[in-house]
Every structure is written in C-alpha cells, then in structure tokens.
C-alpha cells in the first residue's frame, strides 16, 4: 500500500489492466481529401502510427464519415473525429 502524506495526487498508482498488445484506433476523416497528401488526416495517421514504443503498438484505421455504424466502431479502443461537422446517428 501507499500510506498517505501531504501531496495527494502521488498516493494513487494508475495501472493498466487490459493488456493488449495492440490499441485500436479509428481517425474518422470528416472531409477526405482525394489526393492523400492533402489531407490532415494522412499525416496524423502516420505520426500515429510511429508514436507507439514498439512497432504495431498502435492500429490505425482511416474511416469515412459517409460509412459509419455503430457496429463499426465497437473494436476501437480510441476514436479521433477530424474535420466533422455533425456525426450521423
């Protein structure tokens, strides 16, 4: 245990208890740009991509705004919303 003293905030440990190897994330590109190069997006996908610690710590997937579900979120850990004006039901 943790005893308590004057600084509260260093009394709490946070831990991770899923274990994954992998974080699911989903950037959900409101207004795609055709060329790639373009688009905000493009670019934060691949700082995603290299910001895990290891290689394939973090998944990304780009997806439409016109091709949404709610069944296609559920395996995303993280969502990213970019460039969206209003989310469809």
């Known amino acids: ?3 308590d003293d004057a600084l509260a905030t260093d009394n709490r440990r946070l831990v ?9 994330v989903a950037l959900i590109d409101g207004a795609p740009r055709p060329v790639p190069r373009e688009d905000e997006v493009f670019f934060a996908a691949r ?3 290299m910001a ?7 998944d ?5 705004l ?3 579900s ?3 979120l559920v395996n995303y850990d993280v969502m990213v919303v970019a460039n969206v ?3 469809p039901p």
Do not use: F, K, N
Request: a negative charge; glycine letters at 12%.
């Open 66 to 68: 016109p091709s949404l």
């Open 1 to 3: 245990p943790i005893s």
């Open 16 to 24: 991770r208890l899923d274990g994954a190897a992998t974080v699911r």
């Open 52 to 58: 895990g610690e290891r290689p394939g710590e973090l």
């Open 47 to 49: 700082a995603l991509e």
């Open 85 to 87: 004006g209003e989310m």
């Open 60 to 64: 990304v997937d780009v997806l439409q």
């Open 70 to 72: 709610a069944q296609s």
